[in-house]
């Protein structure tokens, strides 16, 4: 549904996207990962025909979105992360107006999908009057009023309180389940993209710095957590013998391919290393991510020094 | 389609307030002028000026006389002001509101879209300049008798128009005159829509088409600048006044609506061309 082949964007003499690669398959609910500033919104700006690509190519619904944008977004709805509207009109009236700008809407179709964001009743109340959880299902309608086969989700949860949140992700996954959408979700909320999704990437400073799935982002390293007398000598010694590859917080180490914690406990018994606990860490999508950042952090700086 | 972004466009514009800004400021300022032209000096200076040719006052001290001179003020301040508000909002509010991202996010071209917006805007300046001529007939009915047409407009640095005609003939030329006027308002608001859709506030817009006409005003006023006055716009915009002259001078005024087409024409390409180059973000 979505294919980004060394897609590239500059500001000036800032690079806010480099070199992405991505696809998303259809019927996938996929998590674009990120800090601010990482470059999300600007990916999904130019997914969606908005912010003119520096070099790359990007295939929206098989079409190319910068030569043939109509047919690319025809099947398309998106939510931004703040939902904005023309406040001095009904919210029945802004979707008419939005409907307008894909393809005649009957009323019989917007009835249908404000009763299905649950709106019914107040659809001709002036937005100006609505809540911000009611803007957000506004927003949701407004993206499902052109029958779309993809919804792109800028931060859809953002300013929502708990509750809202809880709902906006219910809804996320009825939209999948009941109406087969591919999804395309963007968010900071770490714990709705691991509920929700099935893949996810993961941007920092514009570049992809991990693609996959949730499987993969908690398997990619088995890490142990060691109390040990001496953390430091520990790791020295395991790392000497090959059974670990890195080590985190001064207390977790990652066992190398292959080896199992028994290995490490002779070993560091063999030495002589007091051994107070050993347990296996289960690694969350939170854990993976801050340590994907302080990787990524890393490497420009050893490659300075 | 098409029509139906139209009608989408135009309830959108004519569902906010502030669009009717220009519609209640005509209302009042007509009026007030209307109490200073009964009042004060004015009227019997008109009447003066029509005796000194040799005309019965009574005859053309009417509705329509009455009408054209609350015109030109309003034509002079109010309508480039009000035009121009509406013309720097039609793109770069939508920007600033982030309004304009979620229809871009729709299948609809950018060049459809600001043609909608630009059409949108025309209708507008069209219907303005109806409504203020219509308030003025009104008005001006209601305190003056339908009798016939007197005309009296200086020209800076030209013969100014000097006419009398009845009140058929007068509420004909009346007529044309709106629509050359229509042809000025449309002129404006393309100014004010070029700036509206480069990157800047929509007040900003607005302040550099004014600036823009103001820049025109002084140039043309400049005796530095005699030689090249019809590059001024402003000089093209007088057209409107021409209708009433005897014989009506139709080779300036088809020169004159010449120039304002191109002027149309030429905004709409600078702006278009610069709207879809640009990034539209949050």
């Keep these: 549904m979505i294919q980004l082949r060394g897609v590239s964007k500059q500001f000036g003499k800032r690079w806010a996207v480099r070199e992405l690669d991505l696809s998303v398959p259809r019927g996938e609910i996929f998590g674009l990962l990120g800090h601010n500033g990482a470059g999300k919104s600007t990916a999904i700006g130019m997914m969606l025909g908005q912010v003119w690509p520096t070099t790359g190519e990007l295939r929206i619904c098989g079409h190319d979105i910068t030569r043939d944008r109509a047919k690319a977004l025809h099947r398309v709805g998106a939510i931004f992360e703040t939902p904005v509207f023309y406040d001095y009109l009904s919210g029945w009236k802004n979707l008419q107006i939005l409907s307008h700008y894909t393809a005649p809407t009957p009323p019989e179709r917007i009835k249908k999908i404000v009763e299905w964001v649950g709106l019914t009743g107040r659809e001709h109340d002036k937005v100006s009057k609505y809540s911000h959880g009611m803007r957000t299902r506004l927003a949701l309608a407004q993206a499902l009023l052109p029958d779309p086969e993809l919804l792109i989700l800028d931060e859809p949860s953002d300013g929502l309180d708990p509750e809202g949140i809880h709902e906006m992700r219910l809804t996320i996954q009825r939209l999948q389940k009941e109406l087969g959408l591919t999804i395309l979700l963007s968010s900071h909320l770490l714990n709705e993209v691991e509920l929700l999704c099935t893949r996810i990437a993961v941007l920092n400073q514009g570049k992809k710095v991990f693609e996959g799935t949730l499987a993969d982002a908690k398997q990619t390293k088995q890490w142990v957590r060691l109390k040990v007398g001496d953390f430091a000598k520990a790791t020295v010694s395991l790392q000497s013998e090959k059974l670990i590859t890195d080590t985190r917080n001064g207390s977790l180490v990652a066992l190398a391919d292959g080896v199992k914690i028994d290995a490490l406990i002779r070993r560091l018994v063999a030495q002589d290393i007091p051994v107070f606990e050993v347990a296996q860490e289960e690694e969350t999508l939170e854990s993976f991510y801050l340590n994907l950042m302080q990787d990524s952090r890393a490497k420009p700086q050893e490659l300075k020094s | ?282």
């Design chain 2, 1 to 282: 389609m098409f029509l139906l972004q139209l009608r989408s466009e135009l309830a959108k514009l004519f569902g906010k307030k502030r669009t009717y800004i220009g519609f209640g400021a005509f209302l009042l300022s007509q009026n007030v002028m209307l109490l200073a032209f009964r009042y004060s000096n004015w009227e019997k200076g008109t009447a003066r000026l029509l005796e000194g040719n040799g005309y019965v006052a009574t005859e053309f001290i009417s509705t329509l006389t009455v009408a054209v001179l609350m015109l030109i003020p309003q034509i002079l301040l109010l309508m480039p002001l009000y035009v121009m508000l509406v013309g720097g909002d039609l793109v770069a509010k939508e920007a600033e509101d982030g309004t304009l991202r979620m229809i871009l996010s729709r299948p609809i071209s950018r060049f459809r879209l600001l043609f909608t917006k630009w059409l949108t805007g025309v209708i507008f300046a069209a219907i303005l300049v109806v409504s203020l001529g219509a308030m003025a007939l009104f008005f001006a009915r209601c305190w003056f008798e339908w009798k016939g047409m007197f005309i009296f407009i200086p020209i800076p640095g030209g013969q100014p128009i000097f006419n009398v005609m009845s009140a058929g003939e007068g509420l004909k030329y009346y007529a044309l005159a709106h629509v050359l006027l229509a042809v000025n308002a449309c002129t404006m608001l393309s100014l004010a829509f070029m700036f509206s859709c480069f990157n800047m506030k929509p007040a900003a817009a607005t302040i550099l088409a004014l600036s823009f006409l103001f820049l025109s005003v002084v140039m043309e006023g400049m005796p530095f600048f005699e030689d090249w006055k019809e590059f001024a716009l402003t000089h093209h915009f007088r057209a409107w006044i021409l209708v009433f002259a005897k014989p009506m001078p139709l080779a300036q005024i088809a020169e004159a609506l010449c120039v304002l087409a191109g002027v149309n024409v030429t905004a709409f390409v600078i702006g278009a061309t610069h709207f879809h180059m640009r990034d539209i973000k949050s």
